[in-house]
């Protein structure tokens, strides 16, 4: 069935280091991808997004780009600071839009 | 700019007790979700609503009932709770399509 893989955290990085974390989909169709981030005891925000192949998504700072061909949607930013700690979820949504697939989230920690 | 509204924000229950949670989103959605957070497994669907009046199990819906008398509202019960569904309760709604689903603040739920 269709899934979504994400590294495992946590990931502890200092500040202004770049970050990569990775996620790869499988889907049947032809997903829209997006990352939310969850800031400790809130909800899920949409970070960013990408519907088709090779669409960038980016967002303060953030970016990541639809590759069908490995079917990755990996997130980076090249500088992160303190306030990006929180926890970032790769999802995928199906062409039917309404099953979304997310993955298990991965924990980000930055230190000044 | 409410989006979307979960009550209670957080709820001890016992073993046995039963309880509804209420959803209201004012973007005037069609889609409504209901998922339960649990560390290291993501989100996972418990029951979902295409419009008014409709509902359908999603991965886990064991234990839960739901009813969407409104197209604003959506309802999740526990009839007899379970220690097993301690969790945190997130709702979410979307217009449909390709696009991002929005998020509720997030119920943590503690069942002793």
């Known amino acids: 069935g269709d899934s979504v893989t994400q590294m495992e955290g946590p990931v502890t990085l200092s500040e202004e280091a770049f970050l990569t974390i990775n996620c790869t989909y499988t889907a049947t169709g032809y997903p829209s991808l997006f990352w939310y981030v969850q800031y400790p005891g809130e909800g899920l925000q949409l970070l960013l997004k990408?519907?088709?192949?090779?669409d960038k998504g980016s967002n303060k700072g953030f970016e990541a780009t639809y590759r069908k061909e490995t079917t990755s949607f990996h997130l980076e930013k090249g500088s992160v600071q303190v306030s990006d700690s929180a926890v970032y979820f790769c999802v995928s949504l199906e062409l039917g839009g309404f099953k979304t697939i997310f993955g298990a989230g991965t924990r980000l920690f930055v230190k000044a | 700019n409410a989006g979307v509204t979960q009550t209670p924000k957080f709820r001890v229950l016992k073993t046995g007790q039963s309880m509804t949670l209420l959803c209201a989103q004012d973007m005037n959605h069609e889609y409504m979700y209901w998922y339960r957070q649990d560390p290291g497994m993501g989100l996972r669907l418990i029951h979902y609503s295409v419009g008014e009046g409709t509902t359908a199990k999603g991965e886990v819906p064991d234990g839960y009932n739901v009813s969407r008398l409104k197209k604003q509202n959506f309802l999740l019960g526990l009839e007899s709770a379970a220690p097993s569904q301690t969790s945190v309760y997130f709702c979410?709604?979307?217009?449909?399509?390709?696009?991002?689903?929005?998020f509720g603040q997030g119920t943590r739920l503690t069942v002793v």
């Open positions: 979410a709604s979307s217009p449909g399509g390709r696009t991002e689903a929005f």
């Open positions: 990408a519907t088709k192949a090779d």
